[in-house]
């Protein structure tokens, strides 16, 4: 907001005639100011105590250079530059508008359509910035200029060429409150570090305030540096893409292009919100795999009969309820569907006589996401609490892994007989290790886990877990160089397992025997997929995962020879996983706030529908390996 000339202020500048002031920075002060034709300009004058300092000087400067090879749709263009009393001015566009840091304060924060407008104009922005060979090092809420034709960003002062020399990183630049750790560590900073600031501006627009507070210098660093962010009620799927810019390791945030694309795929409008795996609470850090676009994270299966939920020993909840529902013409010889009552929103389940999977098992999201297990030959499911859970092949035995370690602090799998009820508990792994991401061998003699070690406020995946059901035994193997994210699946064979080692830039699955000798790499795949669970085929001779490169086609690969197989695009948001060897399943957004899971085959055509749901009821849904093959 632009403020009176005051008594110490000139009157003009370099020509230019001045208004009012606009703001005032480390570096120097902004005037709101006329040209000659009368056209209003803004100029930024370089402070007196730092004139004679010549690296802020050409810090200063820098920021013309860096201005004029930015895309001007997303900044504010630089008209001329001079000098006044030793001092450098900067000359540039006048944006009318608002800062964000202003309006948040004065309208309060932004929701639906107006904040996914904002997140991708923004990022679309920091896109060009970056294809420009820029660092801007300093993104925030008073950088962030809301023009008339779409936001604006400002203030390249201590931005930095890709690829330069220039000694920047042994001084705090920039503000605290929306800064990359590694750039308060000193570290090098890249791309990856105004993805982190992006994402703690968006934060900010959402919920009014920043993500790691703006209290004390000290205490915010310590935030940044080993807390996890704030969001508040920052919604789905935004809240997810958040949370991966915000990751502590830069090389596992996404690039600029990659939130385009997936705040393309998650308009509030049209698309459903993607959900989060099951946090980890109980040990203070959370276990985080965020479904996209073609990411093969989860499976379903359409049922049939009664879908009703109960509860046994788990506390009390909000019902989930069913009530017959007509099926729907188009469906060739389906059962009676089922409608699943979420409080105000509503799911539609479909199922045939002959179709080769069932939906085993599925989650609800309350204050924490609760599981509901499906009881043999029934259709009646019943509630459990567990981090994770995945009912066995022949779905006579459920393995979950405890939200408390036990009293020797130890983690451990439970496996109950379903039938008789009786629970077996085999201990893994020592505080402060942890398990998740169960997954039982296609024969179900063996379950396999993934490992992990928290040490202070760092996570990292250390190998993996085999559990002998039989012998009631845990084994554990070691693999060094994974990510925080990794995650252990079996391929299919039932003798190998996969892992996915992820970065900046690729994503890249690697086969493993039991003994944690690693067999081979496959080839690289898109998406932000982390979790191979279903990715392969039943029989593990093919996987199906976002064709690397790309954003919405899909590439069915030979798990042997590494081959591309095929290679279509379809109307997929999420895959899923496989519906039978020559087809998959996945979610699709469709008219009229509904979605749906559909089957589809492998030239993209889609072939059948399993669930209906508004895409309300599909934030509170999450059929998580809930796949059962039948027979």
């Not at 991708?120 to 801007?136: D, N, R």
């Not at 950088?143 to 990183?169: C, E, M, Q, Y």
């Not at 877990?465 to 391929?491: H, M, Q």
Request: hydrophobic residues 40%; negative net charge.
């Amino acid at each position: 907001m632009a403020t009176p000339l005051r008594p110490s202020d000139p009157r003009v500048l370099g020509g230019y005639r001045l208004e009012a002031v606009l703001g005032e920075g480390g570096q120097g002060i902004v005037y709101l100011g006329a040209g000659p034709d009368g056209g209003r300009v803004a100029i930024k004058w370089l402070r007196p105590e730092l004139a004679q300092d010549q690296t802020m000087v050409r810090r200063f400067l820098q920021e013309v250079s860096t201005a004029k090879r930015v895309a001007p749709f997303c900044t504010a263009q630089v008209i001329d530059v001079g000098a006044e009393d030793e001092r450098p001015y900067i000359v540039s566009e006048y944006i009318e508008g608002e800062s964000l840091a202003q309006a948040i304060p004065r309208s309060g924060p932004r929701t639906g359509s107006s904040l996914h407008r904002l997140a991708i104009g923004t990022a679309t922005a920091l896109a060009a910035i970056h294809q420009a060979e820029i660092v801007h090092r300093d993104f925030k809420p008073p950088n962030v200029i809301l023009g008339s034709d779409g936001p604006r960003v400002i203030d390249f002062g201590i931005s930095k060429a890709l690829g330069s020399h220039t000694a920047l990183t042994s001084t705090m630049i920039g503000t605290p409150a929306y800064m990359a750790p590694e750039q308060l560590a000193g570290g090098p900073v890249g791309p990856a570090a105004d993805l982190f600031s992006w994402a703690g501006t968006i934060a900010y627009a959402a919920t009014g305030r920043a993500p790691f507070g703006n209290d004390t210098m000290p205490a915010v660093i310590n935030r940044v540096l080993r807390m996890p962010p704030d969001l508040g009620d920052v919604p789905q799927p935004l809240r997810g893409i958040l949370l991966d810019c915000l990751n502590k390791n830069p090389a596992l945030r996404p690039t600029a292009r990659e939130v385009i694309d997936r705040l393309l795929v998650s308009d509030p409008a049209t698309a459903r919100a993607t959900v989060p795996q099951v946090f980890r609470e109980k040990r203070g850090f959370p276990t985080l795999a965020v479904v996209t676009a073609a990411t093969a994270v989860a499976v379903i299966a359409a049922i049939g009969g009664v879908w009703a939920a109960t509860t046994n020993s788990a506390p009390p909840s909000p019902p989930v309820t069913t009530s017959a529902a007509p099926p729907p013409p188009a469906s060739p010889s389906p059962r009676p569907p089922v409608t699943i009552d979420m409080d105000d929103t509503t799911a539609v389940a479909l199922e045939r006589a002959d179709d080769p999977a069932y939906l085993s098992i599925f989650w609800v999201d309350r204050e924490k996401w609760d599981a509901y297990v499906r009881e043999p030959g029934k259709a009646t499911f019943t509630r459990h609490s567990y981090v994770d859970a995945a009912p066995s092949p022949t779905a006579d035995r459920l393995a979950g892994i405890p939200w408390e370690y036990d009293a020797d602090d130890r983690d451990s799998l439970k496996i109950t007989n379903v039938s008789s009820g009786t629970t077996v508990t085999v201990q893994t792994v020592a505080k402060p290790r942890t398990t998740n991401y169960v997954h039982w061998s296609p024969e179900g003699d063996r379950i396999l886990l993934t490992m992990r070690e928290k040490v202070g406020e760092k996570t990292t995946t250390k190998g993996f877990v085999v559990v002998d059901v039989p012998a009631e035994t845990a084994r554990i193997v070691e693999v060094p160089g994974l990510t925080e994210d990794a995650a252990f699946a079996w391929t299919g064979d039932g003798d190998t397992i996969a892992v996915i080692v992820a970065d900046k830039e690729t994503r890249v699955p690697h086969v493993y025997d039991l003994q944690g000798k690693e067999l081979k790499t496959l080839p690289e795949i898109g998406g932000t997929l982390t979790d191979p669970r279903d990715l392969f085929t039943a029989e593990g001779g093919a996987f199906v995962a976002t064709c690397a490169d790309k954003t919405v086609t899909l590439c069915v690969w030979d798990t042997a020879t590494g081959a591309v197989l095929e290679e279509f695009e379809s109307g997929c948001d999420t895959v899923l996983g496989w519906w039978d060897t020559t087809h998959i399943f996945c979610t699709a957004t469709g008219d009229d706030d509904e979605d749906a899971v559909v089957v589809t085959d492998l030239k993209g055509t889609e072939t059948q529908t399993l669930v209906r749901a508004t895409d309300a009821a599909m934030d509170k849904l999450y059929f998580r390996s809930g796949y059962l093959r039948r027979g």
